[in-house]
């Protein structure tokens, strides 16, 4: 059985969304949620699902090698064979994608390769876009770049805000990406497509 390590930053809603599959499902096994913040919200759920915890804050460390270095040592600790990114909000390094190129997944809050990097929905808006969403992707080098794995969208409305659009959007990360993890472990990267 695949066995997965999940890094996260915040709330760790999309988190849940991959354990609880993981769980149900029994074809991968969640072994570790990892955070770069000790105050992440996520933490605590991943304890109430009984998966181990670690926190790597990235302000310990001297620069971003070392903090990656005491990542990849906790990854390699758990014998993790797959790492998903879900709200983690580092920028991985080259030295450390290479490392787990093709074993790694992000969740992105737009439709990639539209608005890489921050404020996803008021680019969106903002551009008078129909149409927004999320993404499932390949994590390499350049950041937010990878092979896209499946895609979310929905219609924009008209008095849509950053806000609404990120609450209306979240719930359809939470249903891409065990999907995406299915088909990954599976051995099929067919890209998962969504319709909100
Ligand atoms: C999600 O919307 C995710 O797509 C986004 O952060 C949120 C995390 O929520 N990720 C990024 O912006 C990555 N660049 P969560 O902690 O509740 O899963």
């Not at 991943?46 to 998966?51: H, M």
């Amino acid at each position: 059985m695949r066995r997965v390590a999940v890094l996260i930053s915040g709330s760790g809603s999309n988190m849940v969304s991959l354990v609880a599959a993981m769980q149900a499902d029994k074809a991968a096994d969640p072994v570790l949620v990892l955070s770069n913040r000790p105050d992440a919200g996520g933490l605590a759920k991943a304890a109430a699902f009984g998966v181990p915890t670690a926190v790597v804050d990235h302000t310990a460390f001297a620069d971003r090698a070392a903090f990656e270095g005491a990542v990849h040592a906790e990854l390699v600790a758990a014998k993790a064979d797959l790492v998903c990114l879900a709200g983690f909000m580092r920028i991985l390094g080259e030295d450390f994608t290479r490392l787990w190129e093709g074993r790694m997944l992000n969740i992105h809050p737009s439709l990639l390769p539209k608005y890489k990097g921050l404020n996803t929905h008021a680019r969106a808006i903002a551009a008078g876009d129909e149409q927004a969403g999320c993404s499932v992707h390949e994590v390499t080098a350049e950041l937010d770049d990878g092979p896209v794995l499946g895609q979310a969208r929905l219609a924009i409305r008209p008095d849509d805000t950053p806000d609404t659009l990120a609450a209306r959007i979240l719930p359809l990360e939470h249903r891409l990406y065990p999907a995406v993890l299915r088909r990954v472990v599976a051995g099929d990267r067919s890209p998962v497509v969504i319709q909100g």
